[in-house]
């Protein structure tokens, strides 16, 4: 059975980097477009950034120009590369894969357990 699992997520001060990794279990044929959300307290959870499976990438403005959003197909892996974090970036961090071919078939619009991230001083 296909999972994703995150990790990387903690407590920083503003200013600081953190790095977010999420891989994909199970023996995977292909998968079709990864990304990051998040749900900060008292908000809806938001897109964070996508990354298709030949390296295009979307960001949401107020991530632009300190997050960079990676794969490695080699390793089913995505990343998420935070620099400069504000306050406003604390949230609970998801990863998701739309679409993933694996030994056991299809498996659409997987969500991992989710990662906290907290930008404090």
């Not at 008292?42 to 897109?47: D, I, N, Q, T």
């Not at 632009?64 to 197909?73: A, E, L, M, P, Q």
């Not at 679409?99 to 930008?119: A, C, E, F, I, P």
Request: charged share 20%.
């Amino acid at each position: 059975q296909v999972q994703l699992v995150e990790s990387g997520g903690g407590l920083v001060q503003p200013g600081g980097s953190l790095r977010l990794s999420c891989a994909a279990s199970g023996i995977i044929f292909n998968i079709n477009v990864m990304g990051w959300y998040r749900q900060a307290p008292g908000k809806e959870r938001e897109l964070v950034a996508t990354i298709s499976n030949n390296g295009n990438r979307d960001y949401v403005d107020s991530v632009k120009g300190r997050f960079t959003i990676s794969r490695d197909n080699a390793k089913n892996t995505i990343y998420l590369q935070m620099d400069s974090l504000k306050a406003e970036d604390t949230a609970v961090y998801y990863c998701n894969a739309d679409r993933v071919r694996s030994s056991t078939g299809w498996h659409l619009d997987l969500w991992g357990q989710g990662t906290r991230v907290t930008v404090s001083s």
